[in-house]
Nanobody, 125 residues
Framework: QVQLVESGGGLVQAGGSLRLSCAASGRTFSMSTMATMGWFRQPLGKERQFVAGISNIGSTYYADGVKGRFTISRDNAKNTVTLQMSSLKPEDTAVYYC????????????????WGQGTQVTVSS
């Protein structure tokens, strides 16, 4: 069993920054066994969208709309994943979810192995 717990969400003005964290745990869990960690988001009334992913060797990839503004990182020793978000826009408003997968995270959320409970990010204009 794997638990993912997000933190760091909140209300921020447009142009501001937020840092989301995801703590992973489990009875015998080691994040190094997760090939990919990632973040998705779900705006109110819309489908869950891929935001960013990071492989076990640190390769990163992003959705087009966040490239250059968001940075994903992972620390396998601490079992944490972070999403640094800068130059936030009102359209970034969503519930942000941490994701973990034993394979490769793609833009298809239905294929993800594990999810966190989500954290709300609201960007005011």
């Amino acid at each position: 069993q794997v638990q993912l717990v997000e933190s760091g969400g909140g209300l921020v003005q447009a142009g501001g920054s937020l840092r989301l964290s995801c703590a992973a745990s489990g009875r015998t869990f080691s994040m190094s066994t997760m090939a990919t960690m990632g973040w998705f988001r779900q705006p109110l009334g819309k489908e869950r969208q891929f935001v960013a992913g990071i492989s076990n060797i640190g390769s990163t990839y992003y959705a087009d709309g966040v490239k250059g503004r968001f940075t994903i990182s992972r620390d396998n020793a601490k079992n944490t994943v972070t999403l640094q978000m800068s130059s936030l826009k009102p359209e970034d408003t969503a519930v942000y979810y941490c994701a973990a997968d034993r394979g490769i995270i793609t833009s298809n959320p239905s294929a993800v192995d594990y999810w966190g409970q989500g954290t709300q990010v609201t960007v005011s204009s």
